[in-house]
């Protein structure tokens, strides 16, 4: 019977397999999350009614706490351009179930019960993506406005918020719930940026960063794909208390007098 040598090459490239088998378990144990985060997706039946954002409409779709998981879910999850544009996205209902190994991914080929997705969201995990948690404390909200803004630009400005907000990019980072895109109004899609604080420090340095990455990620998209700009994005975001029914708005980004100046600029 033949015996196999310690030094065949049939040796060595197992041996090889083993130490990249290795080197990727290694590789994926040296690029954690800060944080476990949680994707969600709110259900919508019917047309969309902006009055009735019932925390029980949520579905957690998926966890993550690895830099790999992360990707892979971004790769799998439509983009919130379909609502953008009017027209809801669906879930494959055999994605919505309790712990498979489908949980992670989203797909937009059918309908969940004669239901269609109209908003998502990205949060730590233990947070819920509604107004009534008592972690919830204030929010920055961006207002896009459909006619000045191209779904695929909104899906740029998303992607790069949301990876600044994992990648712990923002400081007082700790303070930083979650993102939620969603059509708000009628003509209107807001990314909000939730937080768990309303002091107005930190409040303000989180939406300063905020109002960049957008801005950013709207210019590069013009650049990279050629397209016509339509009336660009103001730059301006809200923080919004979210302690108290009426929401007051608690700060600007810019503060008005800078929002007033740089119109006054523009006329000229």
Known sequence: MD????????????????????????????????????????????????????????????KFDTVEKFQAILQHVNPPSAFVAGVFQTLNDNLLGGGGANED?????????????????????????????????????????????????????????????????????????GLLIAPRERSVVKIELWLRTAEEAACRRIGAKFSKILRKASADFYRKTGEKQRTPWNDVVKCLCLQDEKRRVLYRHPIKEQVEEQGAENEN
């Open 3 to 62: 015996v196999e040598h310690p030094s065949s090459p049939l040796r060595e490239a197992e041996e090889e397999l083993s130490d990249l088998s290795d080197n990727d378990a290694l590789l994926e144990q040296v690029l954690p999350l800060q944080n476990r985060w949680a994707l969600w997706t709110r259900l919508q039946a019917g047309a969309f009614d902006s009055k009735n954002f019932e925390d029980t409409q949520w579905q957690k779709v998926a």
């Open 105 to 177: 991914i989203m797909d937009g080929s059918s309908r969940v019960g004669g239901k269609y997705v109209d908003a998502v969201a990205y949060f730590k995990e233990g947070c819920f993506p509604v107004v009534t948690s008592e972690q919830c404390r204030a929010r920055w909200d961006a207002r896009l406005k459909a006619k000045q803004t191209l779904p695929l630009e909104v899906d740029a400005m998303w992607v790069d918020a949301v990876a600044n907000m994992v990648g712990e990019q923002f400081s007082h980072s700790d303070d930083v719930l």
